[in-house]
């Protein structure tokens, strides 16, 4: 299965999730190590990005740099079969999970430890303290996928044995 991995740049354990999901088998996309590059930084637009004035900031959005990073995760959100949003995490991870779920592709909140709770992940696939959990989850789903393959093969060769 192809998945998203959405997180912070500061979150120490997204790397071991990459890690662990291409073990089990998955197609992994890493933002912080994409394919062909590095993941995006605000720093390589300006250094002072922290200091930006609202304009700044929409105006940025337009740089190459900006682009090339958001097309980069953009894409890989478009070819992925599901998500995993790893906790801790910011707005950004929360907007690529949101969008995700809302493209029909299952998403799995990861939350190893302690958090705020929050009542609209209810919306998501599940919330998993474990990363077996998450695998498990990740199973099923592949589980499902093969039955509905099997069900729509069976529902074509009955209109098929109907029709004749």
Request: charged fraction near 25%.
């Amino acid at each position: 299965m192809r998945i998203y991995v959405a997180s912070s740049w500061r979150n120490e354990t997204q790397q071991n999730v990459v890690k662990e999901l291409r073990s089990a088998g998955h197609q992994v996309y890493d933002f912080k190590n994409p394919p062909g590059g590095t993941g995006f930084s605000w720093s390589e637009i300006d250094p002072n990005w922290l200091e930006w004035t609202n304009k700044e900031f929409v105006n940025a959005l337009a740089h190459p740099i900006a682009e090339r990073g958001f097309n980069s995760d953009f894409d890989a959100m478009q070819w992925a079969d599901a998500c995993v949003l790893v906790l801790p995490c910011g707005r950004s991870a929360h907007s690529e999970a949101g969008w995700m779920q809302g493209s029909g592709k299952p998403t799995f909140i990861f939350s190893p430890g302690n958090h705020e709770p929050e009542l609209m992940y209810k919306m998501f696939e599940k919330v998993c303290t474990t990363l077996d959990e998450v695998t498990e989850g990740l199973k099923d789903l592949e589980r499902l996928k093969v039955i509905k393959r099997a069900s729509v093969k069976q529902k074509i060769a009955f209109n098929e044995r109907v029709q004749a």
